[in-house]
């Protein structure tokens, strides 16, 4: 296909708000598209290949900006100079694109798998004049590209389509495309979706029209799915009103989330980001060979942190290290070790559970685990219809350092990537949230060459909203813990404008931050802004799409005046 066709749709698209017409325009267009190029089905959502796949573009804006000013001929600083008034690296490309065309009216026949191929060829450059590849790759694309390619090309690498497509718009366009908008077939769609993690999978069955097969398909163990979420709730007594009686309550272990994969031998470990994280934790790997049965499973888990002489668990913030780091693992497994407690089984011995009833799946999976305290445990839990025994359960795992409990309807699915009505988190107010950066300043003084200040950001639908400015927290020594340093270094090729100190930057930094009270403000666009806000940890394993939202703060803030109101 030509990828002017794609870009026509992308630019289609991106002419409606409205979800149904975005439905309308995909599913004639899905009816068009040949099997054999599925894969266009990744590019829609911004991919090269299955969400599953960790192989993402990753391209800084820097590095897009070198290779529009190869491709155009213009040099850096003027692109930079237009990026800041335009806002969007594509639209100063598109801009270039037009200018230059008009001069040598080069002729163009990109395709898309031509344009796949080039994508798919940066994540694996390593080493030694890497850069200067990946610049030639990108340049070899945008040279040949149209003005409107250029735009969707720069925005594909940069990970910001901005064509308002998400994988519900997907679902639903397939569904009125092979099966005639038929309702009761969607949840079909989405368990393949779910199980899958596979677009363009899902779209080849679904253009025949197979309900049968998308009903057969089934997990793949070392493939990631995403994790199931949970909702809030404000106390015990709406839990049961929500989940019925009895329910299981368990610790809320203040740590980072593993999916732990197994066939034969061979364990993976993934984050709720999806990330392969198996090398960093090889007693992990230990523990699942050890000390649980079963020839093939996938296991949904904490891994918390604790410490070695006291033998008291530690919070998030002092082992997250050990997901980044990829050097010194055995100094690491030692000075910070962690325990997995264990909470569900997604699929066992060749079977999926993902249907079968919480309750099932828990007795099962505390059948397999051989209990070992500081290494592998089932999570805590107690399965009660009495509030208080829930209360004295909760003060407990306070108690013990961790984050709060999560009470469990008994008898539902496991329904990944969503956030559920059937599993509530209970914590005490005022934790910590996990925003984005936004924006920043360089430091001066004895903080010159570092960013210091960073603009912090909550999310409301796919807008990123500012509620408080902050470097509280953050260290001067990297080994200290999250240091200016190492924030810098995360944060630079995210930059999108400099005005003289202050930068703009890309919203992809997650971190997790606590902060005294929460205030109405008129100085951000929040409306809300936090009270001395102070920096906890950088949440790699935390996805954008899952931080903070201005709704979850809003109600932060009422109960925060409840509770003041409750004390005066
Ligand atoms: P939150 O990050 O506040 O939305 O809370 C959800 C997270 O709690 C999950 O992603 C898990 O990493 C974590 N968690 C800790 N203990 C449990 C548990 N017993 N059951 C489910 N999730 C848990």
């Not at 800084?60 to 190869?70: D, E, P």
């Not at 009686?245 to 034969?264: N, Q």
């Not at 569900?344 to 685990?369: A, C, H, M, Q, V």
């Not at 961790?402 to 990944?416: C, R, S, V």
Request: charged share 35%.
């Amino acid at each position: 296909m030509l990828y002017s066709k794609l870009t026509e749709l992308y630019t289609q698209l991106s002419s409606t708000t409205k979800r149904l017409e975005k439905i309308e325009i995909l599913s004639k267009f899905f009816k068009k598209l040949d099997e054999k190029e599925s894969y266009i089905l990744y590019l829609l959502e911004g991919n090269i290949y299955p969400s599953y796949d960790e192989r993402k573009i990753g391209i800084s804006n820097q590095l897009a900006i070198k290779s529009i000013s190869k491709a155009t001929g213009t040099n850096q600083k003027k692109i930079q100079e237009l990026w800041r008034k335009m806002g969007d690296l594509g639209e100063v490309s598109k801009k270039l694109t037009e200018t230059k065309t008009q001069r040598t009216l080069a002729s163009h026949t990109l395709t898309t798998i031509k344009v796949l191929e080039n994508l798919r060829k940066l994540p694996e450059l390593i080493g030694k004049g890497t850069i200067d590849k990946k610049i030639s790759l990108i340049t070899e694309l945008l040279t040949s590209a149209s003005p409107e390619e250029a735009l969707y090309l720069v925005r594909t690498l940069l990970g910001d389509l901005r064509i308002g497509v998400q994988e519900s718009t997907i679902k639903y366009s397939l569904l009125k495309a092979f099966f005639n908008d038929d309702k009761e077939k969607e949840p079909s769609i989405q368990r393949a979706i779910d199980k899958t993690n596979d677009l363009a999978k899902v779209f080849e069955i679904s253009k025949k029209s197979d309900i049968k097969k998308l009903d057969s398909l089934e997990l793949e163990v070392g493939k990631p799915i995403k994790a199931m979420l949970a909702q809030k709730t404000i106390s015990i007594k709406q839990a049961f009103k929500d989940l019925g009686k009895p329910l299981a309550a368990e610790y809320k272990y203040d740590g980072f989330r593993l999916l732990i994969h197994k066939k034969g031998d061979k364990i993976t470990l993934f984050t709720r980001r999806l990330e392969n994280v198996t090398k960093q934790f090889p007693e992990v790997e230990r523990y699942i060979q050890n000390n649980l049965k079963g020839k093939s499973f996938i296991l949904d888990s904490e891994a918390v942190g604790y410490d070695k002489k006291t033998k008291k668990y530690t919070d998030f913030q002092a082992i997250s290290q050990r997901i980044r780091r990829k050097h010194n693992i055995k100094k690491l497994e030692e000075s910070l070790p962690v325990e997995i407690n264990i909470f569900d089984i997604l699929y066992y011995n060749g079977k999926s559970l993902l249907d079968k009833p919480f309750k099932e799946r828990t007795k099962l999976l505390r059948k397999i685990i051989k209990k070992e305290p500081f290494k592998i445990a089932p999570s805590k839990m107690i399965i009660t219809s009495s509030e208080k025994e829930i209360e004295k359960f909760y003060k407990e795992a306070l108690k013990n350092n961790q984050e709060g409990i999560m009470l469990k309807n008994l008898d539902a699915e496991y329904k990944p990537g969503r956030r559920v009505g059937h599993m509530l988190k209970l914590k005490p107010n005022k934790k910590d949230f996990d925003l984005v950066i936004t924006g920043a300043e360089w430091g001066t003084g004895k903080r010159k060459g570092w960013l210091s200040s960073f603009t912090l950001s909550c999310k409301k639908g796919n807008k990123f909203l500012e509620i408080g400015k902050s470097s509280t927290g953050l260290k001067e020594k990297k080994e200290e813990g999250l240091s200016y340093e190492e924030l810098t270094d995360l944060l630079k090729p995210h930059i999108e404008e400099q005005n003289e100190r202050a930068v703009k930057i890309s919203p992809k930094i997650v971190v997790a931050v606590t902060y005294q009270d929460i205030q109405k403000s008129s100085n951000y666009e929040s409306g809300l802004a936090l009270r001395f806000p102070r920096f906890v940890a950088l949440r790699e394993d935390k996805p954008i799409s899952e931080i903070t939202t201005l709704e979850e703060l809003e109600e932060e803030f009422i109960d925060q005046k409840k509770e003041n109101y409750k004390y005066n």
